[in-house]
């Protein structure tokens, strides 16, 4: 019974499955088979068509005949449009986004916070041959991310305070897990402006991001360059910094504006 009731930080596991199945499909490429859904959630196929159903029958998702396969459905539609006008933190700051890329060349990426991270919300892919960057849809983890690492040091204390309660994986041998030190890292990538997070995430990846605030000056979310420690080293070089810092600083000015 225990399973069925109690989800991440004491929410329901029922909904929080419900949801997993949901933005599986919703960030899919093309539409998935049950096979797949329960591949990606780590459920069993039985389990995650009862959840498929409940969503075929409240209108969140449709299933081709032909192939079996899901999609959204009406109701998500329906619900987007009700959203209120000027939350689209991507399309707010789309211009930015690109001016960025262009300067750098690097993967540009743009995050809002979450309990668990850093939601990515849209991405421009690098102009360079070899390119890395990271998947809209993906969550970041907190401690082990430059995006996760802006949002500790510039959003409500809270957030530090909960994840230093909590155990942090080792993604790498270079994630930062001790909590006196992750603290002396989230201290200073407030007193510098921005955060990196070279190899802790995955090896040999980095990434530079920098906050976006609000209108009222609270986090909204961040910005990032993502590439390889060979392009991003650990010690960014001066120009990256200040494409990152520009671009922190003219994101914000657009959402302030929105």
């Given at each position: 019974m225990a399973d069925e009731t109690k989800?991440?930080?004491?929410?329901?596991?029922?909904?929080?499955?419900?949801?997993?199945v949901l933005e599986a499909v919703a960030l899919a490429e093309e539409p998935l088979g049950v096979t797949q859904i329960a591949t990606r959630l780590g459920l069993a196929k039985g389990?995650?068509?009862r959840h498929l159903r409940t969503l075929l029958d409240r209108g969140y998702l449709l299933q081709d005949?032909?192939?079996?396969?899901?999609?959204?459905?009406?109701?998500?539609?329906?619900?987007?449009?009700l959203a209120p006008a000027g939350t689209d933190l991507a399309a707010i700051v789309q211009p930015a986004l690109r001016e960025a890329r262009d300067a750098s060349g690097l993967s540009v990426v743009i995050s809002t916070p979450t309990p668990f991270g850093a939601f990515v919300l849209a991405t421009l892919p690098g102009t360079n041959a070899i390119d890395i960057g990271v998947r809209v849809g993906s969550s970041l983890p907190a401690h082990a991310s430059a995006q996760g690492k802006v949002h500790l040091a510039f959003g409500p204390p809270a957030a530090l305070e909960r994840l230093l309660a909590e155990p942090r994986p080792h993604?790498?041998?270079?994630?930062?897990?001790?909590a006196r030190a992750l603290s002396t890292e989230i201290a200073r990538v407030r007193a510098q402006g921005y955060a990196t997070a070279p190899e802790e995430a995955l090896?040999?990846?980095?990434?530079?991001?920098?906050?976006?605030?609000?209108g009222q000056g609270r986090l909204?979310?961040?910005?990032?360059?993502?590439?390889?420690?060979q392009h991003i080293t650990r010690e960014p070089e001066e120009k990256l910094l200040r494409i990152v810092r520009d671009l922190g600083q003219r994101a914000t000015r657009l959402v302030a504006a929105s």
């Open positions: 989800g991440r930080q004491g929410g329901v596991q029922a909904a929080d499955t419900v949801l997993g389990a995650t068509f005949p032909a192939t079996s396969r899901f999609q959204l459905g009406p109701k998500v539609a329906l619900l987007g449009r993604l790498t041998p270079h994630t930062i897990t001790d090896l040999g990846v980095n990434a530079l991001a920098a906050p976006v605030r609000d909204a979310g961040s910005v990032a360059l993502v590439g390889s420690i």
